[in-house]
T-cell receptor
Framework: DAGVTQSPTHLIKTRGQQVTLRCSPK?????VSWYQQALGQGPQFIFQ???????QRGNFPDRFSGHQFPNYSSELNVNALLLGDSALYLC??????????????FGSGTRLTVV | AQKITQTQPGMFVQEKEAVTLDCTYD???????LFWYKQPSSGEMIFLIY??????QNATEGRYSLNFQKARKSANLVISASQLGDSAMYFC?????????????FGSGTRLQVQP
């Protein structure tokens, strides 16, 4: 049973460019959440998608946008990249309404470096 | 306001000894869940243990136990019989609902190093 798959694993971009990160949720999950983890810090919630709509959003600017596809996979897009966007981006999937502690599964992340 | 506080940036423990990682939280909700995750250098967040706010018993999962003190708003992780493979970052997190629909709020983490 495949867990959460994220691609690419590493990425280097230049300031001002745009980037797209991808996430395939765990089989049976229908909700995808994205987190940004800066070096030495805990993950910060970006947004959550369910039924192809953004359901919740953290304190991130509009440069951060996303999409969820009918097969529940998701993309995170970041426009006009800043040096401060360098971070590990984690995707987590879950099944809506499943409150179990182990019902929230993380991928290994995409490490984005902005130069 | 910071909702999850982990005051130990780094901890050392000898192999086979027990260690306690501290976590305090702040919420006005009555219904919430508390989580602990392990993050090795590979980056993946590995779920360790969960405690619901209405759970009367402290959660246990193998060598992991959660010391839940609701009145003090603390949820400390206890790892018994530490192993070299336990060396990693550990994060405490909270979800302010019991439906599973809300996002997690994480603390800043504790780096645990297990020494032989």
């Amino acid at each position: 049973d495949a867990g959460v798959t994220q691609s690419p694993t590493h990425l280097i971009k230049t300031r001002g460019q745009q980037v797209t990160l991808r996430c395939s949720p765990k089989s049976g999950h229908d909700t995808v959440s994205w987190y940004q983890q800066a070096l030495g810090q805990g993950p910060q919630f970006i947004f959550q998608y369910y039924e192809e709509e953004e359901r919740q959003r953290g304190n991130f600017p509009d440069r951060f946008s996303g999409h969820q596809f009918p097969n529940y996979s998701s993309e995170l897009n970041v426009n006009a990249l800043l040096l401060g966007d360098s971070a590990l981006y984690l995707c987590a999937s879950s099944l809506v309404g499943d409150s179990r502690g182990d019902g929230y599964t993380f991928g290994s992340g995409t490490r984005l470096t902005v130069v | 306001a910071q909702k999850i506080t982990q005051t130990q940036p780094g901890m050392f423990v000898q192999e086979k000894e027990a260690v306690t990682l501290d976590c305090t939280y702040d919420t006005s909700d009555q219904s919430y869940g508390l989580f602990w995750y392990k993050q090795p250098s590979s980056g993946e967040m590995i779920f360790l243990i969960y405690q619901g706010s209405y759970d009367e018993q402290n959660a246990t999962e193998g060598r992991y136990s959660l010391n839940f003190q609701k009145a003090r708003k603390s949820a400390n992780l206890v790892i018994s019989a530490s192993q070299l493979g336990d060396s990693a970052m550990y994060f405490c997190a909270m979800r302010e609902d019991l439906t599973g629909r809300r996002a997690l709020t994480f603390g800043s983490g504790t780096r645990l190093q297990v020494q032989p």
